[in-house]
């Protein structure tokens, strides 16, 4: 007899921020992850998102942080192989929520849904390293609307699981090591 779990959304304290757990039916063969299922998000009172215009899959080594970047897009993020540590803060200029920082563990099952404006980064847990799926509503483009923030930025208050060495490339870009903090976006 297999095994159903339904369709969960969670608000967060970010305004737009949701976390999903998916809806998954297991058996004896393994378990089938609706990853993104139209008629449930509308249901659930969540925006359409289709068609998807990007869809990007990274492979991340266990302790480097990815982000956070909050471009003008809708973004619907999971792991598909490994754990990761999820952070997400608020940047958008008019929100009363601006500077607010979420976290979530990622596991296999779990989603989360990133509005516009609301950067996005995550730290890999696994030793094998992490999968991590991005879908997009728009194309990313060089010089697109949004704005990113510096992941060690201490006015965020997000305590990453595993010590990062911001000199270190394999753990943060340098490009991400040399953003703005919080405090300092205009």
């Known amino acids: 007899m297999p095994s159903i779990t339904p369709f969960v959304v969670q608000e967060t304290d970010i305004p737009g921020l949701v ?27 969540l925006p359409s998102l289709g068609p998807w215009l990007q869809i990007n899959v990274t492979e991340t080594k266990q302790g480097a942080i990815r982000g956070l970047h ?19 803060v608020d940047a958008r200029p008019d929100s009363p929520a601006r500077g607010k920082s979420v976290t979530v563990n ?22 094998e390293g992490t999968q991590y799926v991005y879908c997009f509503d728009q194309e990313w483009k060089p010089g697109m609307a949004g704005t990113a923030v510096n992941p060690l930025d201490e006015a965020l208050g997000i305590a990453w699981p595993l ?22 976006l205009s």
Do not use: H, W
């Open 19 to 45: 976390v999903l757990q998916m809806r998954q039916i297991t058996d004896d063969r393994g378990t089938v992850r609706e990853f993104y299922r139209e008629s449930a998000f509308v249901e659930a009172g």
């Open 106 to 127: 990622l596991t296999k099952g779990v989603q989360v849904l990133v509005p516009p404006g609301v950067c996005n980064g995550f730290q890999s847990l696994s030793p």
């Open 163 to 184: 010590p990062v060495d911001p000199t270190d490339a394999a753990q943060l870009s340098a490009k991400d090591a040399g953003l703005p903090g919080i405090n300092d």
């Open 70 to 88: 909050g471009e003008d897009m809708y973004k619907l993020v999971a792991v598909v192989s490994g754990e990761a540590f999820g952070a997400y």
